[in-house]
């Protein structure tokens, strides 16, 4: 074992969560560094589409979108039923317009206000995103400020402990891939290395609803956060709550993402038949699509909805790969999705019924005020898939780790997948960029609260 050396700050996981961590706190004056077990830097954020929601802000007020913090948080509650922490939600929501212009303005991350469609939960147009619309964009911008910063980022670090005395972190131990094991102390330490969706026995005993699922997320999410916490005395919270997806294309683990199910698309069985509200979010329809026979849907939409998803690098590649099939007719696509073209034909005139307001949903889905599905159409085989857990260690509002009676550990802090979001108790409690929002914004938070801790 090398001797020990010393950081004020050390973060744990490079992904977006500990990147602005890190970068929060080395804006405060605070010498940083980032261990991370991969040999580059990427983590969930790399693998989602890099939107944040953040909620009045000036851009939306410039186009005459009306939106607060507090709408926010009455959004995020509403979502979850209840089933979350309104304060936290609120802190977030207060935040989030200040993380935006914090990354943009003094860290040129490029992010901009995202039109044309709602996400489920949402009630107003609040996503900010790079020019693509990729989490490695926004990955490799938050590691080139990172590089401007001077941060040290020490990659193929495996942490493997937490050295704590009374409660208070004070070295971190990790290997290297020669096996050499490394000490470094510090003052104050900040996990953000994620959930425990790769971690199949962790998934079984929390959401054992997708232990069989498809999961697709960074296979280094093991839980190690959860882990730790635990053996500091850590309150955990949430555990049941995940990120799932009820459209990763079978056999290309790449997401349809569901603007084109928010206006107007719909999923059918091998039966041909819709079986849910598909509208009512993305995450809690996994695990429908998972109980359809054969365990896939079939995600049906139009060339309007077609030329809405160019816009996202993901549709282009799911296109590149084959996942989408088109044709003139609703029967020939049916056919040719081996799909019973009657019950299709059906589903599709029942829909465009709904479209009119002639007919209730027997799902409560609302199609009005949506354009109707013209041809030619187009389909996409899908799977329910695990994407992120969102419960973790219980944090306050400036993203420090509680104890198990309300107290906070000394100097221990959580952001992103290692800290409790605000989704709520399962699947239906998630909205879109609750993700990034909680590694964004509790990354920040920490980071600031990690580098007063020292300057105290």
């Not at 969930?44 to 802000?57: D, V």
């Amino acid at each position: 074992m090398s001797e020990a050396f010393h950081f004020p700050v050390i973060v744990v996981g490079a992904g977006g969560a500990g990147l602005c961590a890190a970068l929060a706190a080395a804006d405060a004056g605070a010498e940083v560094l980032v261990l991370e077990r991969d040999s580059v830097p990427m983590g969930s954020t790399a693998m989602s589409t890099g939107l944040i929601p953040a909620a009045g802000t000036p851009e939306q007020a410039e186009q005459g979108i009306d939106d607060s913090p507090e709408r926010f948080a009455v959004d995020v509650v509403a979502k979850t039923k209840g089933h979350t922490d309104p304060d936290i939600a609120l802190r977030l929501g207060q935040e989030s317009g200040e993380t935006i212009s914090w990354l943009r303005d003094q860290h040129n991350v490029p992010l901009g206000l995202i039109g044309g469609f709602l996400y489920p939960g949402h009630t107003a147009m609040r996503m900010y995103g790079t020019p693509h619309r990729t989490g490695g964009e926004l990955m490799a911008s938050l590691q080139e400020a990172c590089d401007a910063k001077g941060i040290i980022i020490l990659t193929d670090a495996t942490v493997t402990e937490l050295h704590s005395e009374a409660g208070r972190v004070t070295a971190v131990e990790f290997t290297r891939p020669g096996g050499e094991v490394e000490t470094a102390t510090c003052d104050a330490v900040i996990l953000a290395c994620s959930g425990f969706g790769g971690n199949a026995d962790m998934v079984a005993e929390w959401i054992p609803e997708m232990a069989a699922a498809t999961y697709h997320g960074h296979p280094g999410n093991k839980g190690d956060a959860v882990r730790w916490g635990q053996q500091l005395g850590a309150k955990l919270s949430d555990m049941t709550s995940y990120q799932g997806h009820g459209g990763l294309a079978a056999g290309h683990g790449i997401p349809i993402l569901w603007p084109l199910i928010m206006e107007g698309g719909f999923q059918v069985n091998r039966e041909g038949k819709r079986f849910s509200n598909e509208a009512s979010g993305y995450s809690e329809q996994a695990a429908k699509v998972n109980a359809q026979p054969g365990q896939a849907a079939w995600s049906i939409y139009d060339e309007r909805l077609h030329t809405l998803m160019l816009d996202f690098d993901d549709y282009q590649e799911a296109l590149k790969a084959g996942a989408v099939q088109s044709a003139p007719d609703i029967r020939t696509l049916a056919e040719q999705s081996n799909l019973p073209a009657d019950e299709v034909e059906a589903t599709l005139a029942e829909v465009l019924k709904l479209n009119a307001g002639e007919a209730q949903d027997e799902w409560g889905r609302d199609f009005t005020g949506k354009a109707p599905l013209t041809a030619p159409f187009y389909s996409a085989k899908v799977v329910g898939a695990l994407f992120h857990t969102q419960g973790g260690l219980a944090v306050d509002g400036d993203a420090r780790v509680l104890a198990d009676d309300g107290t906070a550990l000394p100097n221990l802090f959580a952001a992103g997948g290692a800290a409790r979001g605000i989704s709520g108790n399962g699947a239906d409690g998630y909205m879109a960029g609750n993700g990034l929002l909680t590694a964004t914004t509790f990354g920040k938070l920490a980071g600031r609260a990690a580098a007063a801790l020292i300057e105290d």
